[in-house]
């Protein structure tokens, strides 16, 4: 069941949509999310990201999507004024292949039971298909590790150029600039993690981007849903020590998250 108002397939042949892809997830029930579209036509639609679960309808997601297009831009911002020491750190790249494994296989050996069970056929159904989500993400984030750079600080280096010259360049060369900064991204950056919640007519937003050498970047977002500024979006970076837990996030914003 997807949200109301959404679409779920994107542009085709039309750049690279989301230099993110699989590293953004939502703080509330941490899946994957994905790039959809709201708005009362095409023409008019807003690219946003939105949980896999919300956009299915899961009971424990809560629709909350985002715009894409100010957080791509304030992040690729915050990649372009980075020093290249900001990456030099230690990185548990072996240890967390390591635990990606493990947990496959526990997945796929839960697949096997639950495909042998005596179940009824409905329950069996949802069950796998909770279980292979699992797996696809798990699969997504080893892919992304063992394709990682072992210097992070290159990546980087060689990334920021190509962002620069993104806005100007013709539109021939956008999808090859793009299809770069993506590849560099998943070389310098581990996870994000993205919240959002309502306060009165505003929608504002905490994103955290977790990279390789273990350091972590805050930006916040304010969208204004309402009034005269209706649609004006507002930005800030900033910076945490350690990632969110749900119960730390009810904590910090009583009453801001209807279930």
Known sequence: VKGRGQKQRGRKG??????????????RDGKVMHLSYVGASRKNNTRVLVSYGARNGEKDSVDKHF?????????????RELKADFLNGHS?????????????????????????????IESILQLLEQLD?????????????????????????????????LDTAEQAEKELLRTKIKAYIRQIVS????????????????????FTSGRIRTIFFEWIRRGRERGKIHAITGNRVTKWSVSQITSWFPGSFPQ
């Open 191 to 210: 996870e994000m993690w993205l919240i959002a919640w309502d306060e009165e007519d505003h929608r504002l937003a905490e994103l955290q981007i977790f």
């Open 67 to 79: 715009p894409y297009d100010k957080l791509e831009r304030s992040v690729l911002l915050m990649v």
């Open 14 to 27: 039309v750049l690279v949509a989301n230099l993110f892809t699989g590293l953004i997830r939502d703080a």
């Open 92 to 120: 548990n790249r072996e240890t967390e292949i390591m635990a990606l494994v493990a947990k496959l296989d526990e997945l796929n050996h839960n697949i096997a039971v639950t495909q042998k069970s005596g179940k009824k």
């Open 133 to 165: 989500e699992k797996k696809k993400a798990i699969v997504e984030q080893l892919e992304h590790l063992k394709t990682t750079s072992h210097d992070p600080s290159s990546a980087l280096m060689e990334c920021q150029p190509v962002i620069a010259i």
